[in-house]
């Protein structure tokens, strides 16, 4: 049995492997005829700035309404959709609907409100990226300066060149840019200075971190300092405690995301206020 070992181990493997790809080939079919059926969702969370109390911005997170499993968060779908290349049609719809839902409120509340949008690297990696988010907004008659897209450092690990003609290009039309989940990638940071950047991300690992003593605080001092000499916009991610949000203020930091203000929640749910008033249930920040 010791010898055979090694073949029953290859074919467990192998095995496996099929009922993976079944698996896999399955729900690719099943998250197409939802794109087709509308069961995903774009819900949206506030950013606020800490400064004037007031929302500086919302972030649109894709869900899926999943008709047996529930409600879907990006990570148990996302990955499917970039390995089968549905996520071209997902960002797509996501952006459309975001632009949408979010025009009446971007368009009439106070110039500093934005709209996040998350792209995968797959997609801005696509030869008419910049073309098809412009032409996007054009639609939905949506200023540029209204959008400010997430991306990730992993993005730029590479060559600087070609991801650079297209943020110079967005940027040129008044598109923001702002890098997620910052300080967990493995670039260098000298694409910072190189790419016009207009926002830090600080990864919720970090913030998570805070508490825990010194040296979670230490590396989200020295984010916070670095955006500061860059003039980056600065948020923190993740925000979900008293203690946390006081740290961050002392620190200087500029905006904060997080469940200590709320969770991403559909567009109907949001309590937008008119324009410039201070959101109600953010009013504890200033
Ligand atoms: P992200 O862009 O870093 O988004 C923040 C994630 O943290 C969201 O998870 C959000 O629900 C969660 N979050 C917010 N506040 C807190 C908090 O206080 N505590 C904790 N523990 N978590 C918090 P979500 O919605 O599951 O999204 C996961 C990731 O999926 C996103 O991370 C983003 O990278 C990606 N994603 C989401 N929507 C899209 C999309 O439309 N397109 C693309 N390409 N990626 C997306
Ligand atoms: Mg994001
Ligand atoms: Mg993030
Ligand atoms: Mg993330």
């Given at each position: 049995h010791v010898k055979g070992r090694g073949k029953d181990g290859y074919q467990f493997f192998s095995e496996s492997m099929n009922v993976n790809t079944t698996y896999r080939l399955g729900l690719e079919r099943d998250l197409r005829r939802a794109l087709q059926a509308g069961e995903l969702r774009v819900f949206y969370q506030p950013q606020v700035n800490?400064?004037?109390?007031?929302?500086r911005g919302f972030e649109a997170l894709v869900r899926w309404q999943h008709p047996t499993r529930g409600l879907l968060h990006p990570g148990e779908f996302l990955p499917l959709a970039e390995e089968t290349r549905l996520i071209g049609d997902l960002s797509e719809w996501v952006l459309a609907t975001a632009c949408r839902e979010m025009r009446p409120w971007l368009r009439d509340a106070d110039e500093d409100l934005r709209l996040s949008v998350n792209f995968s690297p797959m997609q801005v990696e696509h030869p008419r990226f910049v073309e098809l988010l412009l032409q996007k907004l054009d639609y939905y008659d949506l200023?540029?300066?209204?959008l400010e897209i997430e991306i990730t450092e992993n993005m730029i690990i590479n060559d600087l060149e070609p991801i650079s003609r297209k943020l110079d290009q967005l940027s040129s039309y008044g598109v923001r840019v702002a890098i997620d989940?910052?300080?967990?990638?493995?670039?260098?940071?000298?694409y910072l200075h190189r790419l016009p950047i207009h926002t830090l991300k600080v990864d919720q690992s970090f913030i998570r971190d805070i508490?825990?003593?010194e040296e979670g605080a230490c590396i989200v001092n020295a984010i916070v300092a670095m955006a500061r000499g860059l003039k980056l916009d600065i948020i923190a991610e993740g925000v979900e405690t008293q203690g946390q949000l006081s740290y961050l203020r002392e620190l200087g930091c500029d905006s904060v995301q997080g469940y200590y203000f709320g969770d991403a929640r559909p567009v109907d749910w949001l309590e937008l206020p008119s324009?410039?008033?201070?959101?109600a249930r953010y009013s504890g920040v200033s």
């Open positions: 800490l400064r004037t109390g007031l929302c200023p540029p300066e209204k989940d910052f300080g967990t990638g493995y670039s260098s940071l000298n508490r825990h003593g324009a410039k008033a201070p959101l």
